[in-house]
């Protein structure tokens, strides 16, 4: 399936963090914190100024980027799982 986000809208995908261990203490999956490190799947043309042209976005396809916790609208496409942001919620390319 092809996506393609509309206007500023980037379509990431949560990068998994390494499972550590502390001592024998199991934290289950529902109480962990969500990885704040996401890779760009897909990227919208960019949003209009108010001259009426398209502001040309940042991010591109592949990049790594960081993203707040709870930006964003989570989704699930073909039994994986996508967070859908604005570009400015963006905080931040890890180069």
């Known amino acids: 399936m092809k996506i393609r986000p509309l206007y ?16 024998a203490i199991y934290i289950p999956d529902t109480a962990k914190e969500k990885p704040q490190e996401a890779k760009v799947i897909a990227v919208g043309p960019g949003k209009f100024g108010d001259d009426g042209n398209r502001s040309p976005m940042d991010v ?16 699930k496409i073909d039994d994986n799982d996508y967070v859908i942001l604005r570009e400015d919620e963006i905080l931040c390319v890890v180069e």
Request: glycine share 12%; proline share 0%.
């Open 8 to 23: 500023d809208r980037v379509l990431v995908q949560r990068m998994e963090s390494e499972e550590q261990m502390r001592g």
């Open 60 to 75: 591109k396809k592949g990049d790594r980027i960081l993203l707040g916790k709870y930006s964003g609208s989570e989704i």
